[in-house]
């Protein structure tokens, strides 16, 4: 029984066809990954992101109203959460300062949180 060869045949030799197009996003998501790295590894943009955080820092613990209590101090005494300052602490998470004598340029705080906010 003879067949003609049309859509669904299989090639003669065992010859696969070339496959010419790419995916649809793959030249976009190539050139975005590389713009990324470059951006990451500018040493310029590194120093003024440092900068800009250490200004932030600490323009926000001097406008803060409570100076002496620590991040999880409560005006009764109680532990709270130290971002919403309103729930109870049910744990304690770790978050980065900024520090220039510490050998990576941060230290670990660990701040009192309740879990929702």
Not at 27 to 47: C, I, L, S, T
Not at 64 to 81: L, T, Y
Not at 88 to 100: A, N
Request: aromatic share 8%; glycine share 14%; proline share 6%.
């Amino acid at each position: 029984m003879d067949c003609e060869q049309g859509i669904g045949a299989p090639l003669v030799d065992g010859e696969q066809e070339q496959q010419t197009e790419e995916p649809p996003f793959g030249g976009r998501r190539q050139y975005k990954r590389e713009y990324m790295r470059r951006w990451r590894a500018d040493a310029g943009r590194h120093a003024r992101e440092r900068s800009k955080r250490k200004e932030w820092y600490h323009g926000r613990k001097s406008r803060e109203g409570c100076q002496n209590c620590g991040p999880g101090a409560s005006d009764r005494g109680g532990r709270v959460c130290g971002f919403c300052r309103l729930r109870p602490s049910l744990k304690t998470v770790v978050r980065l300062q900024i520090c220039e004598s510490a050998p990576g340029g941060y230290v670990e705080v660990r701040i009192p949180y309740c879990g929702q906010c």
